[in-house]
């Protein structure tokens, strides 16, 4: 199925608001076994009806996210109509559900949001409970010899994706129909890069028939994506997982954060952090994942040196010996927040961010990650030497790696 989405908003392109649709919605799709084949983002105004007519001339589906909403630039109904040679009316049952919108949190609805219940004759109105304004579908048969599917949605992620979820995703399913044979799999990986699949396990791959074989690469972290038959799949990722024992965390496209989590809840025990060159950025992470309140007590951002001796107890001789950056330091900082925090496990990070601070024997890129439990600590040396943020992002995937690790270490002690 040829898919195109068509982002509108003069904002995306001066730059001033991220464009995250793109990315989200090809996620999303992909999950459903479909992939976008372009994407285009367009002002506010007349450029989106070529934009609109052009992909309808060469997709089987089309979405427009943007230009729902009630003011003058908000035209993407009226283009929809244009393009499809059909007139606008009133949707009664969309202004009732826009009344009532406003009549529910006691404001009084403009005149203008009125135009929000405009539907192009034939088509679906899609229900936006989260805003005022609903979506539009118009099936292949509205566009006349395209056969072109089209899928008006709001701009605001808070109302887009929810309606994709609950409207689109039924609708494309059908229009796609249903394929048993056809698995998606993607197998997460760090502490590997994307050459040594090239150089390990691409050739391997490659002879195993009816299967598609993709790559994305991130900071620390290469993801392994599998399209075929469940027989494909599967050998593939078995073939993946014995080539790389260890590094997969994991199989089913959770972030690693999420894994982290999962582990600790799995096996009843909290986690506490101590941050230096990172600035709580792994705790950001963790934080960010649903039900991480049940398994992380506290974080210690001890960007200086007397904050790591106040708060983590580090001995200021240690500090002097060997440095912030160092095997000692990272070890009582991980020792200390788990004694602090009277958790089950604590990670640390002291490193040299730069672009200044690095030495000869410690140039920038240098970090020193602690990890301590009730009964052993130790710590890992890394290099990063690719700028502050990329550095900051290595640390903190590195730090939750270590983490998981020691997790599933321990599990299989148990075990």
Same mark, same amino acid.
């Given at each position: 199925?040829?898919?195109?989405?068509?982002?509108?908003?003069?904002?995306?392109?001066?730059?001033?608001?991220?464009?995250?649709?793109?990315?989200?919605?090809?996620?999303?799709?992909?999950?459903?076994?479909?992939?976008?084949?372009?994407?285009?983002?367009?002002?506010?105004?007349?450029?989106?009806?070529?934009?609109?007519?052009?992909?309808?001339?060469?997709?089987?589906?089309?979405?427009?996210?943007?230009?729902?909403?009630?003011?003058?630039?908000?035209?993407?109904?009226?283009?929809?109509?244009?393009?499809?040679?059909?007139?606008?009316?009133?949707?009664?049952?969309?202004?009732?559900?826009?009344?009532?919108?406003?009549?529910?949190?006691?404001?009084?609805?403009?005149?203008?949001?009125?135009?929000?219940?405009?539907?192009?004759?034939?088509?679906?109105?899609?229900?936006?409970?989260?805003?005022?304004?609903?979506?539009?579908?118009?099936?292949?048969?509205?566009?006349?010899?395209?056969?072109?599917?089209?899928?008006? $949605?709001?701009?605001?992620?808070?109302?887009?994706?929810?309606?994709?979820?609950?409207?689109?995703?039924?609708?494309?399913?059908?229009?796609?129909?249903?394929?048993?044979?056809?698995?998606?799999?993607?197998?997460?990986?760090?502490?590997?890069?994307?050459?040594?699949?090239?150089?390990?396990?691409?050739?391997?791959?490659?002879?195993?028939?009816?299967?598609?074989?993709?790559?994305?690469?991130?900071?620390?972290?290469?993801?392994?994506? $599998?399209?075929?038959?469940?027989?494909?799949?599967?050998?593939?990722?078995?073939?993946?997982?014995?080539?790389?024992?260890?590094?997969?965390?994991?199989?089913?496209?959770?972030?690693?954060?999420?894994?982290?989590?999962?582990?600790?809840?799995?096996?009843?025990?909290?986690?506490?952090?101590?941050?230096?060159?990172?600035?709580?950025?792994?705790?950001?992470?963790?934080?960010?994942?649903?039900?991480?309140?049940?398994?992380?007590?506290?974080?210690?951002?001890?960007?200086?040196?007397?904050?790591?001796?106040?708060?983590?107890?580090?001995?200021?001789?240690?500090?002097?010996?060997?440095?912030?950056?160092?095997?000692?330091?990272?070890?009582?900082?991980?020792?200390?927040?788990?004694?602090?925090?009277?958790?089950?496990?604590?990670?640390?990070?002291?490193?040299?961010?730069?672009?200044?601070?690095?030495?000869?024997?410690?140039?920038?890129?240098?970090?020193?990650?602690?990890?301590?439990?009730?009964?052993?600590?130790?710590?890992?040396?890394?290099?990063?030497?690719?700028?502050?943020?990329?550095?900051?992002?290595?640390?903190?995937?590195?730090?939750?790696? $270590?983490?998981?690790?020691?997790?599933?270490?321990?599990?299989?002690?148990?075990?």
């Amino acid at each position: 199925m040829r898919i195109e989405i068509i982002n509108t908003g003069s904002e995306l392109l001066l730059g001033t608001t991220v464009n995250t649709h793109a990315q989200w919605m090809g996620i999303e799709l992909f999950k459903l076994g479909l992939r976008v084949q372009r994407q285009t983002t367009v002002p506010d105004g007349e450029a989106i009806n070529l934009a609109m007519s052009e992909a309808m001339e060469r997709s089987d589906v089309v979405i427009v996210t943007g230009g729902l909403g009630p003011t003058s630039d908000d035209i993407t109904r009226e283009a929809a109509a244009e393009v499809l040679g059909v007139e606008l009316i009133t949707d009664e049952a969309a202004l009732r559900s826009i009344e009532a919108f406003f009549a529910h949190r006691d404001r009084e609805m403009a005149e203008d949001n009125k135009k929000q219940a405009l539907n192009p004759v034939g088509g679906d109105i899609l229900p936006n409970p989260n805003g005022t304004a609903p979506g539009i579908y118009t099936p292949p048969r509205m566009s006349g010899d395209r056969l072109c599917a089209l899928f008006l $949605l709001p701009g605001p992620p808070s109302e887009m994706r929810p309606m994709f979820e609950n409207e689109v995703e039924p609708r494309l399913r059908s229009l796609a129909g249903a394929h048993e044979d056809h698995h998606v799999q993607v197998l997460r990986f760090t502490g590997v890069g994307e050459s040594d699949f090239h150089a390990k396990l691409d050739k391997e791959l490659m002879t195993i028939a009816d299967l598609e074989v993709g790559y994305c690469a991130r900071t620390r972290e290469v993801d392994l994506r $599998l399209i075929g038959s469940k027989k494909s799949t599967e050998q593939a990722s078995q073939l993946a997982l014995s080539t790389f024992p260890g590094m997969c965390f994991s199989q089913n496209g959770e972030s690693l954060e999420e894994i982290v989590v999962k582990l600790l809840d799995q096996q009843g025990k909290t986690i506490s952090m101590a941050e230096s060159c990172t600035g709580g950025l792994i705790a950001h992470r963790i934080t960010n994942v649903p039900g991480a309140s049940e398994v992380f007590t506290h974080g210690f951002v001890t960007y200086s040196n007397p904050a790591k001796q106040q708060l983590l107890g580090v001995s200021a001789t240690t500090l002097e010996q060997h440095g912030a950056v160092s095997e000692a330091v990272a070890m009582q900082m991980a020792e200390g927040a788990l004694a602090k925090a009277q958790a089950d496990i604590a990670v640390s990070v002291t490193g040299i961010a730069g672009p200044g601070g690095g030495s000869e024997d410690k140039p920038v890129g240098t970090v020193w990650i602690g990890i301590a439990t009730a009964t052993s600590s130790k710590a890992i040396k890394k290099f990063t030497p690719y700028g502050r943020e990329i550095f900051k992002q290595a640390t903190s995937q590195d730090a939750l790696n $270590l983490v998981r690790r020691t997790l599933e270490e321990s599990s299989n002690e148990a075990c």
